[in-house]
Structures are given as structure tokens and as C-alpha cells.
């Protein structure tokens, strides 16, 4: 079965202070898509970043990056340098090539930035 | 640049009345457009795709209808809702210029409450 994993329902972090979102898969489809989104209170889904399964290195965008480690099936999500701003419902997904682009979500981890 | 709106913001419904709930898309053309379901608290999950103009695809059995009667407009639809139909409802289109990320982009969303 297809599945994503987040076991973190909610998270803490001082500002300007790195912190780790985990996330875990499953699937035995070879070829797949990692997302993580960003969720503020407004309810917006905010694309973050993407890793593909063939992808050799980790993918960095900015201050996020993402642990790629294909035989653990885990990508969990780095931000570096929190911000206020950051706080926000984190979400990992997963999609599949010959699926109709369906992305199939984890439950979330709520990150707060304290300052 | 693409941009994606959603209306209306929110809304709320007796049992049994009909729903419409509206996505549109600027700047991109022929996208595939997805419909989300959000239950408070919890990640998403897909209700309808479409690859073009009336191609709907339905991913779970409910009381929802969704139909793409112009390239960029894909709509959700009720005859009669439910209490169990409210929840946060999400469009998405992909960005099929990169077709090997093929990352969906999100709307503002509609909250529905059913009452």
C-alpha cells in the first residue's frame, strides 16, 4: 500500500534555530515524487519542495532542504534559520508518474517558531 | 505568471441544499486540475482529476460531482448535501512543463460548513 508517515503532530522550535520535519514512505513503485507543502492559518497549500526517486542529490530550495534517503523511504524536511514565519501545518506527499499526478498526503506536523 | 482562484472564500449551507463550489486558473493552458478534501486536522484528499475538457476521474465513492466545462474552469458540485461534506475544500492545477516533477499548485480554498 501506498503511505506516507508523519509522526510528529506538532513541533517546537526557537528562532533562528534549524529543525527537522519527519517524514516516512511507502510504496514499492520505483518511480515517485516527494513533496512537502506549507499550510498557514489563511488555509493555503504552499508548494516547498521536491525531490524525485531517481534524484542523487538532495534538493535545496533556499532554507529548506530535504534528507533524501531512498533505502530508509524517508524525506525529512530541514529548515534552516526558523523564522516567525514559519509557523504553519507541514505536509508531506507523494505522487506517482502512471497515477494521474495523484498525491497522496501524510497527516502533518504543526511547527511554532518561538522567539 | 499562473495564478489559480477559488470561490467562494466560505460557506455555509443547510442539509440537503446544492453546492457549486468554483476553481479557475490563469496563465497555463490544457493543466490538470485536481480537487481536495481537507477534514479539520488532518491531511488531504483527493476527490476528482481532470486531464481536459470533460475528462473527470473520481477517486472515492460520495455525494460530490465535479465537471471541467472549459479548459480552465473545474467546478464540485452537490445535489444535496451532507452533514459529513463539510470540511476545507482545495483545487489545484500541475504544471505539466516539467514532466518529470509535475508539481501541483494550490488555491486559496472554500471552507464549507454544512448545517
Known amino acids: 500500500a501506498q503511505k506516507i508517515t508523519q509522526t510528529q503532530p506538532g513541533m517546537f522550535v526557537q528562532e533562528k534555530e534549524a529543525v527537522t520535519l519527519d517524514c516516512t514512505y511507502d510504496t514499492s513503485d520505483p518511480s515517485y515524487g516527494l513533496f512537502w507543502y506549507k499550510q498557514p492559518s489563511s488555509g493555503e497549500m504552499i508548494f516547498l519542495i521536491y525531490?524525485?526517486?531517481?534524484?542523487?542529490q538532495n534538493a535545496t530550495e533556499g532554507r529548506y532542504s530535504l534528507n533524501f534517503q531512498k533505502a530508509r523511504k524517508s524525506a525529512n524536511l530541514v529548515i534552516s534559520a526558523s523564522q516567525l514565519g514559519d509557523s504553519a501545518m507541514y505536509f508531506c506527499a507523494m505522487s506517482f508518474y502512471n497515477q494521474g499526478g495523484k498525491l497522496i498526503f501524510g497527516q502533518g506536523t504543526e511547527l511554532s517558531v518561538k522567539p | 505568471s499562473q495564478t489559480i482562484h477559488q470561490w467562494p472564500a466560505t460557506l455555509v449551507q443547510p442539509v440537503g441544499s446544492p453546492l457549486s463550489l468554483e476553481c479557475t486558473v490563469e496563465?497555463?493552458?490544457?493543466?490538470?486540475l485536481y480537487w481536495y478534501r481537507q477534514a479539520a486536522g488532518r491531511g488531504l484528499q483527493l476527490l476528482f482529476y481532470s486531464i481536459g475538457i470533460g475528462q473527470i476521474s473520481s477517486e472515492v465513492p460520495q455525494n460530490l460531482s465535479a465537471s471541467r466545462p472549459q479548459d480552465r474552469q473545474f467546478i464540485l458540485s452537490s445535489k444535496k448535501l451532507l452533514l459529513s461534506d463539510s470540511g476545507f475544500y482545495l483545487c489545484?492545477?500541475?504544471?505539466?512543463?516539467?514532466?518529470?516533477?509535475?508539481?501541483?499548485?494550490f488555491g486559496p480554498g472554500t471552507r464549507l460548513l454544512v448545517l
Open positions: 489545484a492545477w500541475e504544471d505539466l512543463t516539467d514532466r518529470e516533477q509535475e508539481t501541483q499548485y
Open positions: 496563465g497555463t493552458s490544457n493543466p490538470n
Open positions: 525531490q524525485g526517486s531517481y534524484d542523487q
